[in-house]
């Protein structure tokens, strides 16, 4: 059975760091790739960044350039996205995520092109 579990989430000021971790476990083989989203309320779901696991390859949305960074340790089988520098809008549930298959064909930042989620952890940032 296929299952993320993120965590990591919290309440933070603004300025503040938070690293999420996402622990995966059922695939037969590490995926190739692996993503990062969040859904603040009101708001669709958005990427935030991706990473090719294999090669290390990173994809950042504007929002995220500069400040976050994703990582992941295939020992571990674990994807980490280390937050930094913390804005209020950052506030959202925020959800990992890898494709059914070893890549995509539109958007590696697009939420449709990933079937398997997280249960999503929630980051709240105050000013």
């Known amino acids: 059975q296929v299952q993320l579990q993120e965590s990591g989430g919290g309440s933070v000021q603004a300025g503040g760091s938070l690293r999420l971790s996402c622990t995966v476990s059922g695939f037969t083989s590490t995926k190739n790739l692996m993503a990062w989203f969040r859904q603040a309320p009101g708001k669709e779901r958005e990427g935030v960044a991706a990473?090719?696991?294999?090669?290390?390859?990173?994809w950042y949305a504007n929002a995220a350039k500069g400040r976050f960074t994703i990582a992941h340790d295939n020992a571990k089988k674990t994807l980490y996205l280390q937050m930094g520098s913390l804005k209020p809008e950052d506030t959202a549930i925020y959800y990992c995520a890898a494709p059914l298959h070893e890549g995509v064909a539109g958007s590696l930042l697009d939420p449709d092109e990933y079937t398997y989620w997280g249960p999503g952890t929630q980051v709240t940032v105050s000013s």
């Open positions: 990473i090719y696991t294999n090669g290390g390859d990173t």
